[in-house]
């Protein structure tokens, strides 16, 4: 069965660095759309990031655009989320979901908890 395990997440100071890690299972990350999705206390949920299939097309939220970049390593069937500068405002559990946007993200992970403090 499909299983996503986000890690790599802990706390960090203003303009830290955290690299996430998604562990797949279950199904290849070339076969779908990946996205980084997370949700701030006491907030809704926000998409961060896409990844395509293809592994050739990204998309960043404005709020992350420039400091943030995904990837994925096909060999360890793994999605990665660099996140540099990091601020208060990025403080979040992080999520990977499979799937696009149009056809609806179908797996979750449990999430992973980032949290930036001085």
């Known amino acids: 069965q499909v299983q996503l395990v986000e890690s790599g997440g802990g706390l960090v100071e203003p303009g830290g660095s955290l690299r996430l890690s998604c562990a797949a299972s279950g199904f290849t990350l070339t076969t779908d759309f990946m996205n980084w999705v997370r949700q701030a206390p006491g907030k809704g949920l926000e998409w961060v990031s896409r990844?395509?299939?293809?592994?050739?097309?990204?998309g960043y939220a404005d709020s992350v655009k420039g400091r943030f970049t995904i990837s994925r390593d096909n060999a360890k069937n793994t999605l990665y989320l660099q996140m540099n500068a990091l601020t208060s405002e990025d403080t979040a559990v992080y999520y990977c979901?499979?799937?696009?946007?149009?056809?609806?993200?179908?797996?979750w992970g449990k999430g992973t908890l980032v949290t930036v403090s001085s």
């Open positions: 979901a499979k799937g696009s946007a149009s056809d609806g993200m179908d797996y």
């Open positions: 990844l395509n299939s293809g592994g050739d097309s990204t």
